[in-house]
């Protein structure tokens, strides 16, 4: 190798890293919402490569929109997790209207054939991720199940395909480690416990999570955007195309991946698709909950990344505590952060399967900033 190369080699990581705008470097100097927002829109799809990304921040005054790339406020996003989050006003309210009882133990209202040891699990526990069940199904990690995770984008499949039914969870749940979980009765941040309560709330009501949806929520909120996915008269043009983002491994970055339309069993875990606007609106509502939570506890007391009901406790880099919740699905990243302080919220919303970052904190540092 000549010294010119061997030159180029050593430099070029550097000049690499030295030419990678961050969010904090986007977010410098700006002194208004606005400015927050669309920047924050931009580092997405012009720094990070995302096609597709809308940014909603809320205030007690006024909501301000962002979109970069192909997308607008109406744009269409698989919102992954913050799907537990939509659901959790509904079932306490269905609960305080008498309709369901979130104290009834999970098997005296579900259809599955489920082991004894869940008749000690009720809806509530499964709602507060306080039944013990894992976070996901891939437990214990295996070489079968980490290789199908690794790889499954290759063969045009998602990491749940093999467990969308409900026989799927039913068989799974037998799982002796399950069992063994379920008596231990631990604090786990569970997708199938949530998948769980889908799906006994279907048998106890009758109705299905479509119907609880769009009844209880949609129609109420005026939510035009908002369904379980799939949705053939919201999905026709305004979806945003699934795309490879950190995930899945092996899949070049903006690659169409698979449509992730999760089963039966698991759609309470990450199922809905809605557009920023609709977040806004839903998530305007949720300080009726959390203000409820905050008098009971204070987040100052708890430690970073803690569980806090549907979301989590975070600590910023100037000291104040945010709440937040973070999803990833095949083709959809979102965030949602939340404010005691200024009653501020932030929404990020991407067509990417990425890991959650932390971009949307950076946005809440700054937008404490400017305020």
């Not at 919402?33 to 920047?39: H, P």
């Amino acid at each position: 190798m000549t010294r010119g190369w061997r030159t180029l080699v050593v430099a070029l990581p550097l000049l690499l890293v030295a030419g990678c705008t961050t969010i904090e470097s986007r977010l410098s100097g700006t002194t208004t919402t606005e400015e927050i927002a669309q920047r924050t829109a931009d580092f997405y799809a012009h720094d990070v490569g995302d096609e597709s990304c809308s940014v909603a921040i809320v205030s007690s005054s006024d909501t301000v929109f962002a979109n970069a790339g192909s997308a607008d406020e109406h744009s269409l996003y698989r919102i992954a997790s913050l799907t537990k989050v939509f659901l959790h006003p509904i079932l306490l309210k269905l609960h305080s209207d008498g309709r369901l009882n979130l104290d009834r133990p999970v098997t005296s209202c579900s259809r599955l054939d489920l082991p004894p040891e869940y008749g000690a699990v009720t809806l509530r526990e499964l709602l507060e991720n306080r039944s013990g069940l894992p976070r996901e199904f891939l437990v214990p990690f295996g070489p079968v199940s980490t290789f199908r995770a690794l790889t499954c984008g290759l063969w045009g499949t998602h990491i749940y395909s093999g467990f969308d039914s409900r026989e799927d969870f039913a068989e799974e749940a037998w799982n002796p480690c399950w069992r063994l979980a379920v008596r231990r009765k631990r604090e786990v941040y569970s997708n199938v416990g949530f998948g769980l309560l889908g799906t006994s709330v279907e048998d106890a009501l009758g109705k299905s999570l479509e119907e609880i949806l769009h009844e209880e929520l949609v129609v109420p909120l005026k939510l035009d955007d908002t369904a379980f996915e799939p949705d053939a008269t919201l999905c026709s043009n305004r979806m945003t195309r699934a795309c490879a983002g950190q995930l899945p491994w092996l899949t070049r970055r903006g690659r169409s991946v698979p449509d992730h339309r999760l089963g039966n069993a698991l759609r309470a875990s990450g199922g809905i698709i809605s557009s920023a606007t609709d977040c806004a609106k839903m998530f305007s509502t949720y300080w009726v909950i959390l203000d409820e939570q905050l008098r009971q506890r204070s987040i100052d007391a708890f430690e970073d990344d803690a569980v806090f009901g549907m979301l989590r406790v975070k600590k910023l880099s100037s000291g104040r505590r945010v709440l937040y919740r973070a999803g990833m699905i095949y083709g959809g990243a979102s965030f949602v952060g939340f404010d005691p302080q200024s009653r501020a919220i932030v929404v990020i919303l991407r067509n990417v399967t990425s890991w959650p970052d932390d971009c949307g904190f950076a946005v809440m540092e700054r937008l404490s900033a400017v305020r």
